[in-house]
């Protein structure tokens, strides 16, 4: 009796051996799992960032150019503007000359 009690008592804690290590497999694989999902969904989120940072990026080096093309542009028709109030001021002064000249005859 005493082997048959053992082998009972064995065959208990054998089943009962398993089951724990079923459960620890268990919660070892989702836990192994949610690390690996963290990871992918870290990466995934990492890239999505990059990729909105040389979006970005590139929009400041476009406007960073366009704005200094506006500034060439804008010195450029300044210049233009200075030339052509000094014409007029010069035409303005020739017209009045003449209209000067005009009525003294």
Do not use: C, H, P
């Not at 909105?52 to 406007?63: K, M, N, Q, S, T």
């Amino acid at each position: 009796m005493d082997i048959d009690q053992f082998k009972k008592n064995f065959k208990i804690i054998f089943v009962t051996l398993l089951v724990i290590i079923a459960v620890i497999s268990v919660f070892y694989i989702v836990y192994s799992f949610s690390i690996m999902w963290q990871a992918m969904a870290a990466g995934v989120t990492i890239f999505l960032l990059l990729i909105i940072l040389f979006l970005l990026l590139a929009l400041v080096v476009y406007l960073g150019i366009r704005n200094l093309w506006l500034k060439r542009e804008l010195n450029k028709s300044e210049s233009k503007v200075k030339i052509l109030k000094r014409e007029l001021i010069m035409l303005r002064k020739n017209e009045s000359q003449e209209n000067i000249k005009e009525n003294q005859k």
